[in-house]
């Protein structure tokens, strides 16, 4: 029995909620009335929760000090002092994702123990003479009633909306005050950043591709660059086992061809290979701390992965510390399609699925593709067909793209582009690097989030001077591309630029005009 009512509590999150008022002390108004003393289990908690509500009404400030004093005021006291209790939970110093999640736990708790308390009462009426000649109508009411009070007064606080003008000070405060504590994952590429702020807790980015243009390698890539910063990155592949990973793995930190991994006799029977090889291999003993997990989900459902990122993530993140996740990648895996449920519908709804059960369960970035369809793939037949892009060559169409917070495509650079790019890099510089802009290119067609760059990109064009005539070209990120590693090498203003002669390009009016689009 003692078990089961230990059960029907949680002092932890108690504590949660007490830190948070302690440290922030006006989010205590949006919480009167949905939470009271019978929340708290813990006497201490109980009696500060009574103390900030009694400063909160004598209109004066609540800080750690003066809840202690009007504590002692009221002869109340602790174990171990009251000025080391309240101290304890005011350093600890909890979120405000940490503090919503415990309200939620403080009122699921509540609700439980009344409806213990009902069930027992109920127990013992059932029991009485005054219930056995009651008809089933009769019965059924009189069940009814005993539980109707507890369930009309709960209040379901994670569907509560929130209240934008009272507890946008309080957020701000607390960004503020700890602005360290960030979760934004900054993009491991300089232009991508500068566009996009870095990536979100709980948003989902998608990266479309065509097939076998290089969405693994490039979210590999990615993965790899944000887990060399410390943070821990879990990659969820639904195509490629562990062993293909982790050649890849070692070709992008020893910068050698995947394909010699496979018979290692490549690299022995070769002079400079292998001694190539001796000399660098002591970087993947270097990099054994860095953080970067891999696993085949191949067949799995959404449960199946949620279970296996909850998993990772208690091992190896931790409660509030920042964690990215890649789901590599969105396609039909055994959902049944219909004329009803279409392709585009269930990819739809695995966005959603994902985001919810993933990116806002562990308040984290998920980092996904999706393929193109053949269409989107076609040969171009000229230098504005090869700079041209249309949200039309993405599967799964607009469905799709309304479920993520940020759409990029990742293409490969046609000749035609390649050559327009280098045409103003002189013979012996393409001698010793035939490709300075790189083959591969990223264009944005969606930031939910961005900054003055981000804007630009999605709306504003540069005019480029090609032999079919002048066109619009949309703004793109280029990328490099070598034994799986992707490098930033600028964008397209950065080549038009170079063009003109202009060693730094001012954007002075157009940025203006990005401000409005924003």
Same mark, same amino acid.
């Given at each position: 029995?003692?078990?089961?009512?230990?059960?029907?509590?949680?002092?932890?999150?108690?504590?949660?909620?007490?830190?948070?008022?302690?440290?922030?002390?006006?989010?205590?108004?949006?919480?009167?009335?949905?939470?009271?003393?019978?929340?708290?289990?813990?006497?201490?908690?109980?009696?500060?929760?009574?103390?900030?509500?009694?400063?909160?009404?004598?209109?004066?400030?609540?800080?750690?000090?003066?809840?202690?004093?009007?504590?002692?005021?009221?002869?109340?006291?602790?174990?171990?002092?009251?000025?080391?209790?309240?101290?304890?939970?005011?350093?600890?110093?909890?979120?405000?994702?940490?503090?919503?999640?415990?309200?939620?736990?403080?009122?699921?708790?509540?609700?439980?123990?009344?409806?213990?308390?009902?069930?027992?009462?109920?127990?013992?009426?059932?029991?009485?003479?005054?219930?056995?000649?009651?008809?089933?109508?009769?019965?059924?009411?009189?069940?009814?009633?005993?539980?109707?009070?507890?369930?009309?007064?709960?209040?379901?606080?994670?569907?509560?909306?929130?209240?934008?003008?009272?507890?946008?000070?309080?957020?701000?405060?607390?960004?503020?005050?700890?602005?360290?504590?960030?979760?934004?994952?900054?993009?491991?590429?300089?232009?991508?950043?500068?566009?996009?702020?870095?990536?979100?807790?709980?948003?989902?980015?998608?990266?479309?591709?065509?097939?076998?243009?290089?969405?693994?390698?490039?979210?590999?890539?990615?993965?790899?660059?944000?887990?060399?910063?410390?943070?821990?990155?879990?990659?969820?592949?639904?195509?490629?086992?562990?062993?293909?990973?982790?050649?890849?793995?070692?070709?992008?930190?020893?910068?050698?061809?995947?394909?010699?991994?496979?018979?290692?006799?490549?690299?022995?029977?070769?002079?400079?290979?292998?001694?190539?090889?001796?000399?660098?291999?002591?970087?993947?003993?270097?990099?054994?701390?860095?953080?970067?997990?891999?696993?085949?989900?191949?067949?799995?459902?959404?449960?199946?992965?949620?279970?296996?990122?909850?998993?990772?993530?208690?091992?190896?993140?931790?409660?509030?510390?920042?964690?990215?996740?890649?789901?590599?990648?969105?396609?039909?895996?055994?959902?049944?399609?219909?004329?009803?449920?279409?392709?585009?519908?269930?990819?739809?709804?695995?966005?959603?699925?994902?985001?919810?059960?993933?990116?806002?369960?562990?308040?984290?970035?998920?980092?996904?593709?999706?393929?193109?369809?053949?269409?989107?793939?076609?040969?171009?037949?000229?230098?504005?067909?090869? #700079? /041209?892009? *249309?949200? +039309?060559?993405?599967?799964?169409?607009?469905?799709?793209? =309304? @479920? &993520?917070? %940020?759409?990029?495509?990742?293409?490969?650079?046609?000749?035609?582009?390649?050559?327009?790019?280098?045409?103003?890099?002189?013979?012996?510089?393409?001698?010793?690097?035939?490709?300075?802009?790189?083959?591969?290119?990223?264009?944005?067609?969606?930031?939910?989030?961005?900054?003055?760059?981000?804007?630009?990109?999605?709306?504003?064009?540069?005019?480029?001077?090609?032999?079919?005539?002048?066109?619009?070209?949309?703004?793109?990120?280029?990328?490099?591309?070598?034994?799986? #590693? /992707?490098? *930033?090498? +600028?964008?397209?203003?950065?080549?038009?630029?170079?063009? =003109? @002669? &202009?060693? %730094?390009?001012?954007?002075?009016?157009?940025?203006?005009?990005?401000?409005?689009?924003?």
């Amino acid at each position: 029995m003692n078990e089961v009512k230990e059960q029907l509590k949680s002092v932890q999150s108690e504590n949660h909620v007490i830190s948070h008022l302690l440290n922030y002390p006006k989010s205590y108004l949006g919480i009167k009335g949905p939470i009271t003393t019978k929340d708290f289990t813990s006497y201490n908690n109980r009696k500060i929760f009574e103390a900030i509500g009694a400063i909160f009404e004598s209109g004066n400030e609540v800080t750690e000090l003066s809840v202690c004093q009007k504590l002692k005021d009221s002869g109340v006291s602790f174990n171990g002092g009251v000025d080391d209790y309240v101290e304890a939970l005011y350093l600890s110093d909890v979120k405000n994702h940490a503090f919503k999640q415990a309200l939620r736990i403080l009122s699921e708790k509540t609700l439980r123990r009344n409806l213990y308390s009902d069930s027992e009462s109920l127990i013992q009426s059932l029991l009485t003479s005054e219930t056995l000649d009651l008809k089933p109508s009769e019965l059924a009411s009189h069940c009814r009633g005993q539980i109707e009070s507890t369930i009309s007064n709960w209040v379901d606080e994670e569907n509560e909306p929130t209240h934008l003008t009272r507890d946008a000070e309080d957020l701000l405060n607390e960004k503020y005050n700890a602005p360290e504590e960030t979760k934004i994952i900054k993009a491991p590429y300089p232009t991508l950043q500068k566009c996009n702020g870095g990536f979100r807790p709980g948003s989902v980015t998608c990266f479309v591709a065509g097939s076998g243009v290089g969405k693994t390698a490039f979210l590999g890539s990615m993965g790899l660059e944000i887990a060399k910063t410390g943070i821990p990155v879990l990659y969820l592949n639904t195509e490629m086992t562990d062993d293909e990973m982790l050649s890849r793995y070692a070709s992008q930190v020893l910068n050698i061809n995947a394909n010699d991994f496979d018979d290692m006799n490549i690299i022995r029977k070769n002079v400079q290979k292998n001694r190539y090889y001796l000399d660098n291999k002591h970087k993947l003993e270097e990099n054994k701390g860095v953080p970067f997990f891999h696993i085949m989900v191949e067949g799995k459902s959404t449960d199946e992965i949620t279970s296996i990122c909850l998993n990772w993530h208690h091992k190896n993140v931790g409660t509030g510390n920042k964690c990215v996740v890649i789901y590599d990648y969105l396609k039909v895996t055994g959902e049944k399609i219909t004329q009803s449920n279409q392709e585009h519908q269930v990819l739809r709804d695995k966005v959603f699925k994902l985001k919810e059960s993933i990116a806002n369960r562990l308040n984290a970035p998920l980092l996904t593709a999706l393929q193109t369809n053949r269409e989107g793939n076609r040969e171009p037949r000229s230098i504005k067909e090869a #700079t /041209f892009i *249309d949200d +039309g060559a993405l599967a799964g169409s607009f469905a799709v793209k =309304n @479920g &993520v917070s %940020q759409l990029w495509f990742l293409e490969r650079k046609h000749q035609l582009e390649i050559d327009l790019d280098n045409q103003g890099v002189s013979h012996e510089e393409l001698m010793d690097n035939p490709r300075p802009y790189g083959v591969f290119k990223m264009l944005t067609t969606k930031l939910r989030q961005c900054t003055a760059d981000g804007a630009r990109f999605q709306h504003n064009r540069i005019t480029r001077t090609t032999p079919d005539g002048d066109i619009q070209h949309r703004h793109q990120i280029n990328l490099g591309f070598e034994n799986f #590693t /992707f490098t *930033d090498l +600028g964008e397209t203003q950065d080549i038009v630029d170079e063009l =003109n @002669g &202009v060693r %730094q390009h001012e954007n002075t009016d157009e940025q203006d005009e990005d401000n409005d689009a924003i």
